[in-house]
């Protein structure tokens, strides 16, 4: 955990937790169907976090399990979270996530579209 602030035009940072990963027993992300930032990391204790975005929340996520799988290779809960943008396998995994979460929007929207104009008989 580091503490960042700003000394003149200088930026300043400061470790003031280290957490280790072996030590790391679950991540909660709190809601899978909601887009907030917020989730608890497990350890002796719990932490209670925040993300710059939903995005960067399962980037790091994906990031800490990623570690796991090449390093410790122990196996840590991870809950809470939406499987699809979380697994590296998922088709909705790329560089270019935004555009293709995008891209499923727009298509759920077109399905609605056409039921909507579709007649009922």
Do not use: Q
């Amino acid at each position: 955990k580091v503490k960042h602030w700003r000394v003149d035009r200088e930026e300043k940072y400061e470790i003031v937790e280290k957490w280790f990963l072996k030590d790391l027993e679950m991540i909660d992300g709190k809601d899978a169907d909601a887009d907030n930032p917020y989730f608890e990391m497990h350890f002796h204790e719990v932490y209670n976090m925040e993300a710059y975005s939903c995005a960067s929340k399962y980037t790091f996520a994906r990031t800490l399990k990623r570690l796991n799988a090449m390093y410790l290779k122990k196996d840590f809960k991870i809950v809470n979270f939406d499987d699809t943008y979380l697994n590296d396998d998922s088709m909705w995994s790329s560089s270019n996530r935004d555009f293709l979460v995008l891209t499923k929007v727009c298509f759920y929207a077109s399905n609605l579209l056409c039921l909507s104009l579709c007649r009922l008989s």
